[in-house]
């Protein structure tokens, strides 16, 4: 049986993580990659059925 003081959080024990990570989200900048077939087949289909699912709830599909 689980009693009412070992629900309670102790805020002797609480840490919180704040680091903070910089994105490199530049639009400008590209670095080609040399891409297997399978990867390539995989993201087509994924994007299939992505916009399948869209479309089946009245969305519209992702461009390609």
Known sequence: MITIE?????????FIDSTHVKASANKRK????IVRKET????AKRQEELNQ??????????PP
């Open 6 to 14: 070992q629900l309670v959080l102790s805020a002797d024990h609480v």
């Open 53 to 62: 699912d869209r479309i089946d709830h009245g969305k519209k599909p992702f």
């Open 30 to 33: 590209f670095e080609k990659k």
């Open 40 to 43: 390539r087949a995989y993201e």
